[in-house]
């Protein structure tokens, strides 16, 4: 519990109470002293900038060295932002670029298919929905924005989860689990891992009554200027109107939505984007032939 040292009680323009922690002040105060004239800067720079102890300024850049939020020059021992600010910026920046840019290729994918549009993005194991575009007919999915639905359950999820790195997608497995959500839930991680391969090779990826009974989800990843996954985005719909035979068809759709959002993002500016359209004339994924096994 914080004390009253660390803890006082401001009241904003609208009224409403808002609680300002000392410690967490005083970080922000530290990376904000980093300017571009000023890059780098030493323990006594720092305490003499701020008002504050030597001593105090030591234990706060110490912890945010430790968080990679600030980073010492091994031959001047001063400091400078770390490279993780640089990744919370880029995550940012994506995610802003990714709601302006998105819209208009989710209301194409509902033009063009006649199910409900969904974008999502992966975050402490799941895929979060931040956006949807409803298809105009009866029958919708029931999904939320700002829900996080499990990876290993949903075609978003799925495409989100198959082009993390092995360690986190065994973490996922190892810290979440796969809890069964229908009766066709792949709950078995060997038989997962599978799944996910096939994923990354067929291009896209779907909930077949994984997650839902009586729902059929496609989902593919969008790549941003970096060359990996940032978001995925996708189509679903009741398996009346999203049958096995038109998997392959909706598929190809979804994949070009999403490569068309990619290149939006940025990603034909690195060489690790490659077009996932071109990899769907080779592979399959069982229901394309309405082969899997019911």
């Known amino acids: 519990m914080a004390t009253a040292a660390q803890t006082t009680n401001s009241v904003g323009e609208n009224g409403a109470g808002r609680y300002r922690i000392q410690a967490i002040e005083r970080a922000v105060a530290i990376l904000n002293a980093f300017t571009p004239d000023e890059p780098e800067m030493g323990v ?38 770390g490279l993780r600010i640089f990744e919370l910026g880029s995550q940012v920046l994506a995610q802003m670029n990714l ?3 998105a819209p208009p290729f989710l209301e194409g994918l509902v033009r063009d298919t006649g199910e409900t549009g969904h974008l999502a993005i992966f975050d402490g194991g799941e895929a979060i929905y931040i956006e949807k575009v409803e298809a105009r007919r009866a029958l919708r999915i ?12 949903t075609s ?22 796969l809890a069964r959500c229908a009766s066709r ?10 799944e996910l391969e096939r994923v990354r090779q067929v291009g896209y990826a779907i909930d077949d009554e994984e997650y839902e009974e009586g729902l059929r989800c496609i989902g593919a990843p969008i790549v941003g200027h970096t060359g ?30 999403a490569a068309g959002l990619s290149h939006r993002m940025g990603a034909g500016q690195s060489g690790a984007f490659a077009p996932t359209e071109l990899r769907v004339r080779t592979q399959r994924h069982p229901l394309d032939n309405d082969t899997k096994e019911r």
């Open 44 to 81: 006594s720079d720092l305490a003499q900038r701020l008002s504050l102890h030597k001593s105090t300024v030591h234990r706060f850049v110490v912890n945010l060295e430790a968080a990679g939020l600030l980073e010492r020059n091994r031959t001047t021992s001063r400091y400078r932002l």
């Open 99 to 101: 709601w302006e840019e």
């Open 142 to 153: 029931p999904s939320a924005i700002g829900r996080g639905y499990p990876a290993h359950a």
């Open 156 to 177: 978003l999820g799925k495409a989100l989860l198959a082009h993390q790195s092995p360690h986190i997608i065994e973490a996922v497995i190892a810290e979440r689990g």
């Open 185 to 194: 839930t792949i709950c078995d991680r060997e038989q997962l891992l599978d």
């Open 228 to 257: 990996t996954v940032v978001a995925a985005i996708g189509i679903g719909g009741p398996v009346t109107r999203v049958t096995p035979d038109r998997v392959r068809e909706l598929g190809q759709v979804v994949m070009e939505a």
